[in-house]
């Protein structure tokens, strides 16, 4: 197993190339050398040969193909040390020959016709497979979606599917058949500029952007491109704008720590990674915060789904009380037995229930191997944990992290004081002996035929003794129990409501089994005292006992749900699962890879305006977060709500009818983190019903348009409703690109495409 583990890390090298990030070289600060590289591939080589056919039989059958070191191409030194030097650059070096090639304004006019350029040049640059299957795609989009808006959210899935060279060809196509489609040029766009082409976005960007100016998304947008040129000083401009407009952008943000660092300064480039990763968590910012050389923190991370008090119902278990009495003791005893009787037969369900999940685990696990190792051999990254886990690691750790050992040692306190309970217990059980010797001493001559036979009076000593036994021992034992079962409940509840994001869906259902297992143990493991009355008490009439039904748990419920439905591909994320379902008819996708192309972004649905407004990317004349807990009336009015309902403008779209009027109807949105494993984070924004009381933010901006949307932004804030058109949020989603920064090296094949006239 152990030469397995080997060839499985030498096949993950072998599969993503020498230049990658995180490699680390064997000589401090040195590139490996060429003769450095050769004697490692021989090793691995040597690794390989020495397989028994067992284990290659093993790895067959994971679908994990061997490969040969011999087919590995040798790279010089120089390219070694030059994959070395830009592994640590910040920002990419200036591409003067594409910057230059950057087409000229492009008019609405001849928009179409500069797409379609776009799309010949595509048709040579991009593999035969893509090219039919992405014709045969855009067919199917086009006979299956009502309009251009749903047909672009279908090649959005696409995207979203793990396809982003058959999405860009296919999106491309529909902006060259309605090239006034302002969604759709967005996130053509954006495909454009994160595989390699952000010398062809630009003019589509620039045309966008002056016809909606300050709009966050395009702002961005248009800094990435230029960030992936090496053009630093534009580039940041733009991220500026867009960061001044939407303070936590989570990829303006993002790029805007590389260009800081590249200036030398530190501190500012982790205030801007902090920024980030507020509203969108990924591994990758924490792993840049983690180089910068600051600890991400729970508070860095907004997390915005409660946790629920009690998820197993655990509270709502009951016991029998401790008798405290004689006369308690024998009723509550069948209790205690009735009780642990039901404990016994619940657990021995529950380890039926466990034994097959522990296969179910298993076989799952070993599935996930195996994606894992396939994945890795093509090039392409799975995530080895749940799309939350990440996040959920971060922000709820601190619910089980002992770090500072104060659950450790409340743990062994609260133990500590069970075992001194029953120690002082078995103390008083001594006393108890002693005095009831003394009784037994007391009345021995006392009994038989011709003597007083005093039953009442020795009943009365015998059971005065029993019940301060009882009183003070079960009261000690009570108490120390009902303290260390809160701790544990608690504990319990933690590590639950913990594992419902970290886990995969399999893991979780085994953990939960398991932490009702390990519940119904403590609470039936209590050892309360049980005294019966003496044989001298006449009357040993008892009430019977009750039956006992035991409390069923409660099945905890995932509070962070989202549902993504693109057409073509829907998304269902549930806490520690997310279900994707291809429904393209019998289209079949090309192999999945992603590479070095794919660099990552965010995904937003936005409701669409439906009502009298020009609509721009992301922006419906106005957005409005409503990340509150919302009280409505009987008439669905705002009745109240913690902390305040904020609207917002994206900017430039709809300032001719103001932002949103007083009773607009907000929905909700959407905003889907993307990363190289797929999905990173999900942000959701509730729904609310606007009322007075709104806070909208004054754009800082000196622009003539600035006034205008201060104008509008002040009624709102004053809650008078006097604007002229309410803006009406419908349920059409809307969908947009917001781009990712690129490599620092290139980022694929279309960087060479060049368009000098259409």
């Avoid at 002996?433 to 035929?449: A, I, P, R, S």
Wanted: charge should be neutral.
């Amino acid at each position: 197993m152990k030469k397995i583990a080997f060839i499985g890390i030498a096949i993950l090298i072998y599969s993503g190339g020498f230049a990658q990030p995180g490699k680390k070289p064997q000589k401090k600060d040195m590139p490996p050398t060429q003769k450095e590289m050769q004697d490692m591939m021989k090793e691995m080589q040597k690794e390989l040969d020495g397989m028994s056919p067992e284990d290659k039989k093993m790895l067959d059958s994971m679908g994990v193909k061997l490969p040969s070191m011999k087919d590995i191409p040798n790279v010089s030194d120089k390219q070694l040390a030059d994959a070395r030097k830009d592994e640590g650059r910040p920002v990419p070096k200036r591409d003067a020959a594409r910057i230059a090639s950057v087409p000229k304004a492009v008019a609405d006019s001849k928009m179409g016709a500069y797409i379609i350029a776009i799309q010949n040049k595509l048709g040579s640059a991009l593999k035969p497979a893509v090219i039919t299957a992405g014709n045969e795609m855009y067919e199917y989009i086009r006979s299956n979606s009502k309009n251009n808006d749903e047909a672009g959210n279908m090649a959005i899935g696409l995207w979203l599917a793990g396809q982003p060279e058959v999405a860009l060809y296919v999106l491309g196509k529909l902006c060259a058949t309605d090239a006034a489609n302002t969604d759709n040029l967005n996130n053509y766009s954006a495909m454009l500029s994160m595989q390699g082409a952000q010398h062809l976005a630009i003019p589509i960007l620039n045309n966008l952007n002056a016809k909606y100016p300050k709009n966050s998304t395009l702002l961005n947008n248009l800094g990435q491109a230029w960030f992936g040129l090496g053009e630093i000083g534009k580039a940041e401009k733009y991220l500026d704008s867009a960061i001044r407009i939407y303070a936590y952008h989570p990829q303006a943000n993002l790029t805007k720590s590389f260009i800081e660092e590249s200036k030398g300064n530190k501190q500012g480039a982790i205030n801007a990674v902090k920024r980030s990763i507020v509203k969108a968590y990924s591994m990758e910012k924490e792993n840049r915060l983690n180089k910068l050389g600051y600890q991400l923190t729970s508070e860095n991370v907004s997390w915005d789904r409660p946790m629920p008090q009690d998820p197993l119902g655990l509270e709502k278990f009951k016991w029998p009380a401790y008798p405290l009495s004689v006369a308690e003791s024998k009723i509550l005893e069948a209790e205690w037995d009735a009780f642990k009787e039901k404990c016994r037969e619940e657990i021995d369900v529950l380890k039926t229930q466990e034994a097959s999940l522990q296969t179910r685990v298993e076989e799952s696990n070993s599935v996930r191997t195996k994606k894992l190792l396939q994945a890795g051999q093509k090039g392409s990254i799975v995530s080895p944990m749940p799309s939350l886990a990440y996040k959920a690691i971060v922000k709820l750790s601190k619910l089980i992290d002992d770090k500072d050992g104060h659950m450790a040692f409340s743990y062994q306190k609260k133990t500590q004081s069970v075992f001194d309970a029953h120690a002082e217990a078995e103390k008083l059980e001594d006393i108890l002996d002693h005095q009831l010797q003394t009784v037994q001493e007391n009345y021995k001559d006392k009994f038989g035929e011709g003597k007083s036979n005093p039953f009442d009076a020795a009943c009365a000593d015998d059971t005065k003794a029993k019940n301060g036994f009882l009183s003070s021992s079960n009261t000690l034992m009570r108490d120390a129990f009902n303290d260390y079962l809160g701790f544990m409940r608690r504990k319990i509840t933690n590590e639950t409501y913990y594992n419902q994001y970290t886990m995969w869906p399999e893991n979780f259902e085994l953990a939960k089994v398991q932490a009702k297992i390990a519940w119904l143990s403590l609470i039936s493991g209590q050892h309360p005292k049980f005294k019966d009355k003496s044989s001298w008490c006449q009357d040993h009439t008892n009430a019977e006992a009750k039956s006992f039904k035991l409390t069923n748990f409660d099945d905890i419920a995932c509070q962070y749900k989202s549902n993504l439905d693109l057409g073509c591909v829907k998304m269902e994320t549930n806490c520690g699962q997310t279900t994707t379902t291809y429904g393209c008819g019998a289209i079949s996708f090309v192999e999945r890879e992603l590479g070095q192309n794919y660099i990552g972004g965010t995904l937003k649905l936005s409701p669409k305006v439906t009502a009298g407004v020009s609509a721009g990317p992301l922006s419906a004349g106005g957005y409005i977060g409503a990340n509150n807990n919302i009280e409505l009336d009987e008439n669905n009015n705002v009745k109240d709500w913690d902390g305040k309902i904020t609207a917002g403008i994206e900017g430039g779209v709809g300032v001719n009818t103001g932002p949103v009027k007083i009773g607009a109807t907000a929905g909700g949105s959407l905003e889907v983190e993307l990363g190289n494993t797929g999905i990173s984070d999900i942000n959701i924004v509730t729904t609310g019903k606007i009322g007075a009381g709104i806070e909208a933010p004054n754009s800082d901006g000196d622009q003539k348009i600035d006034e205008q949307i201060n104008k509008g932004i002040g009624y709102v804030n004053k809650g008078i409703g006097k604007l002229d058109t309410s803006v009406e949020i419908g349920v059409e989603s809307r969908t947009s690109l917001i781009s990712g920064h690129g490599a620092l090296n290139g980022t694929g094949k279309l960087e060479g495409i060049m368009i000098t006239e259409w």
